[in-house]
C-alpha cells in the first residue's frame, strides 16, 4: 500500500532551468583559493586551454529569456564533461553565449533513472579541494544509476503485458466456483485444464466398466463364460478388462461386435442408454471448454501493442501527456475504445489513507477521441488541464512522485473464416506505466509513409522518440504565466490607445 506515497524531496542539488546567477556563500568561496584557480586564471589570459583539460563545446540552441530544458538522456550538453578530469576547473563561458548556473556551488548534475535509457555523468560547478573528493565520490556512487533503480524498483500493479498483480486470498465462500463450472474449468491452466479433460472420460469409462461388470457376475454371465445355451446380459465379458472395453466401446460408439448387451435383461439396456446420454454431455460440454479455451478473446490481445514509455510535451500550446498504441494483425478491431486509470495513494484532510486510489484519465471520452479505428498506429494524448490529476505536475516534482497510469483498450474481435463462435467477443489489452516511464519534453517518431500508392507502417519506428523544447513548469505554472501575459498585453494596449487618441479640435 505504501508503494504510492509520494516521495520525499531529495537533498541533492539539481540544475535549474534558468540562467541564475551563482551564490557562493563564504565557506566554499574560502576553499577554493588554491592553486588550480590562479592556474585557470592565468590559461584564460594566455587564450589557451589547461594541460590534460578538454577545451568545452560551444552551448548553442539556447534562447536567453526562455525556459531551458532540463537535462536530457543522451543530449551534449549533459555528456560533454565526460572527458574532464575531477581536478579541471570548468572551462571559460564564450563571449556572448549564456550560461546556467547550478542552484548552489556544490550541486552536481542530476543522474536520469536507468528504466529512462541513457545516462549522464556528473560533474562539479567549482574546483574541490582533496578533503572533499573522497566525500564527492561516495556521493556519486549512492546516486549512481544502479542504485537509484534499486531504490525506486517497487511492485506493479499492473504488468506491461497486462497481468494485474493481485492475489485473491482467504475466501471462505467456494462453492460459488462451482455454479459456475464451465467459466472455471475455461479458467484452469493448461496442464490442470487437459487433466480434468482426461479424467472426466476415463472415470465414466471405470465406473460404467464396473456396473458391467458387476451385472454380469450377479447374472452369472462370467461363470458361465464361453457356454453356448447360457442365455447371457452381457456377452463375451469374463473379468473387469473386457467389461472396461465394452464401456468404452460403448461410450466411443466403436462397436467390434464381440462384447455387447442383448436383450435377456432390462437393466443392461437401462445401463446402455444412462451411459449414452452422460457421454454426449461430456462431450459438448469438454470439446466446449476446449474450443473456447483456444480461442479465447485475451489471446487476441497478444497483438495489441503499446509503446514503453509515454511522453510529456506541448501540442497545440498545451501540455500533453502521449502514448502510442497499434495492432499487429490485418484484421481490426471492432469499435475499439481506449481509457486510462491513475493509481495513486493519498490520505484526506481527515487523515484517513487510501491505498491506491483509482482516478479516471481522460483520454476525449467527452468528445469521442477515445474511439479509435484502429488501422494503424495511433498517438493517444491526454491534455492535462485543470481538471486532470496532472495540473501541477513539473519536470521536478516528477522525479518525487509515485504512481501509475492504468491503460485499457477494449473491443470486439471481428469474425473471420467460419469461426462464427469467436465473433462478437470483447477482447481487452491491458499495460501500465509508472513515472520512471515517462520522458519529459520528448515526441514519437512518425512510423508510416506512403509508398506505390499504399501507406506503409514501420514497426521499427515504433518506440523512437526525440527530444524536443519543452518547459520543465507545470501546467498550472505555464496557464498562470500565460494570463499574466494577457493582461500585461491588454494594459499596454489600452495604455497605447489612450496615447494615439487624436486631440479634439475646437469649433469654428
Given at each position: 500500500m505504501l508503494a504510492y506515497l509520494p516521495r520525499p524531496p531529495t537533498d541533492t542539488s539539481r540544475?535549474?532551468?534558468?540562467?541564475?546567477k551563482p551564490d557562493l556563500p563564504a565557506a566554499p568561496r574560502a576553499l577554493v583559493k588554491d592553486g588550480g584557480q590562479q592556474a585557470a586564471a592565468a590559461a584564460a589570459k594566455r587564450g589557451a586551454p589547461m594541460p590534460n583539460c578538454p577545451s568545452a563545446p560551444r552551448h548553442s540552441g539556447f534562447v536567453p529569456g526562455e525556459p531551458s530544458l532540463p537535462?536530457?538522456?543522451?543530449?551534449?550538453?549533459?555528456?560533454?564533461?565526460?572527458?574532464?578530469?575531477?581536478?579541471?576547473p570548468p572551462p571559460a563561458p564564450q563571449e556572448g553565449?549564456?550560461?546556467?548556473?547550478?542552484?548552489?556551488?556544490?550541486?552536481?548534475?542530476?543522474?536520469?533513472?536507468?528504466?529512462?535509457?541513457?545516462?549522464?555523468?556528473?560533474?562539479?560547478?567549482?574546483?574541490?579541494?582533496?578533503?572533499?573528493?573522497?566525500?564527492?565520490?561516495?556521493?556519486?556512487?549512492?546516486?549512481?544509476?544502479?542504485?537509484?533503480?534499486?531504490?525506486?524498483?517497487?511492485?506493479?500493479?499492473?504488468?506491461?503485458?497486462g497481468k494485474c498483480q493481485v492475489n485473491l486470498g482467504n475466501i471462505q465462500d467456494k462453492k460459488r466456483f462451482l455454479s459456475d463450472i464451465f467459466t472455471t474449468i475455461v479458467d484452469l491452466k493448461y496442464r490442470w485444464f487437459l487433466f480434468v479433460f482426461m479424467m472426466c472420460y476415463v472415470v465414466t469409462w471405470v465406473v460404467f466398466g464396473f456396473i458391467y461388470f458387476f451385472d454380469a457376475w450377479v447374472r452369472g454371465?462370467?461363470?458361465?463364460?464361453?457356454?453356448?445355451?447360457?442365455?447371457?446380459?452381457?456377452?463375451?465379458?469374463?473379468?473387469?478388462?473386457?467389461?472396461?472395453?465394452?464401456?468404452?466401446?460403448?461410450?466411443?460408439?466403436?462397436?467390434?461386435?464381440?462384447?455387447?448387451?442383448?436383450?435377456?435383461?432390462?437393466?443392461?439396456?437401462?445401463?446402455?442408454?444412462?451411459?449414452?446420454i452422460v457421454g454426449s454431455m461430456i462431450d459438448a460440454m469438454m470439446v466446449g471448454c476446449m474450443f473456447v479455451k483456444i480461442s479465447r478473446p485475451k489471446k487476441r490481445a497478444q497483438t495489441l501493442i503499446f509503446s514503453k514509455n509515454c511522453v510529456i510535451s506541448c501540442r497545440d500550446e498545451k501540455l500533453c501527456l502521449m502514448f502510442r498504441v497499434g495492432d499487429l494483425r490485418e484484421s481490426h478491431m471492432v469499435d475499439a475504445k481506449i481509457r486510462a486509470k491513475l493509481i495513486k495513494s493519498r490520505q484526506t484532510a481527515e487523515g484517513e489513507f487510501i491505498p491506491l486510489e483509482q482516478s479516471e484519465l481522460n483520454l476525449g471520452y467527452d468528445t469521442g477521441e477515445d474511439r479509435l479505428f484502429l488501422v494503424e498506429p495511433q498517438i493517444i494524448c491526454h491534455v492535462i488541464n485543470r481538471h486532470s490529476p496532472f495540473w501541477d505536475l513539473s519536470a521536478e516534482s516528477l522525479r518525487r512522485e509515485q504512481f501509475e497510469i492504468i491503460i485499457i483498450l477494449e473491443g470486439i474481435v471481428e469474425a473471420t473464416g467460419n469461426c462464427c463462435l469467436a465473433a462478437g467477443m470483447t477482447c481487452q489489452a491491458r499495460t501500465s506505466y509508472t513515472e520512471d516511464e515517462i520522458l519529459w519534453g520528448y515526441r514519437f517518431e512518425p512510423c508510416m509513409s506512403l509508398e506505390k500508392g499504399a501507406f506503409q507502417v514501420d514497426y521499427s519506428r515504433f518506440e523512437m522518440t526525440f527530444e524536443v523544447q519543452t518547459p520543465a513548469a507545470s501546467a498550472k505554472e505555464l496557464h498562470e504565466l500565460k494570463e499574466l501575459e494577457q493582461q500585461e498585453h491588454s494594459t499596454l494596449s489600452l495604455y497605447w490607445d489612450h496615447l494615439l487618441q487624436p486631440c479634439a479640435l475646437p469649433g469654428p
Open positions: 540544475y535549474g532551468t534558468f540562467p541564475q537535462p536530457s538522456r543522451g543530449s551534449l550538453t549533459t555528456q560533454h564533461h565526460r572527458g574532464r578530469p575531477s581536478w579541471c553565449m549564456p550560461r546556467l548556473y547550478p542552484l548552489h556551488p556544490l550541486s552536481v548534475a542530476n543522474i536520469p533513472n536507468s528504466s529512462r535509457g541513457k545516462t549522464s555523468a556528473r560533474s562539479s560547478t567549482i574546483p574541490t579541494p582533496e578533503g572533499l573528493q573522497s566525500r564527492r565520490c561516495k556521493l556519486l556512487e549512492e546516486d549512481s544509476p544502479m542504485v537509484q533503480a534499486g531504490k525506486r524498483q517497487r511492485q506493479r500493479y499492473v504488468t506491461k503485458v454371465d462370467i461363470g458361465h463364460a464361453g457356454d453356448p445355451e447360457w442365455q447371457a446380459c452381457i456377452e463375451n465379458v469374463d473379468g473387469f478388462v473386457s467389461a472396461l472395453l465394452l464401456s468404452v466401446e460403448s461410450q466411443r460408439t466403436i462397436g467390434y461386435g464381440t462384447r455387447m448387451v442383448t436383450a435377456n435383461c432390462a437393466e443392461g439396456v437401462i445401463l446402455l442408454i444412462a451411459q449414452s
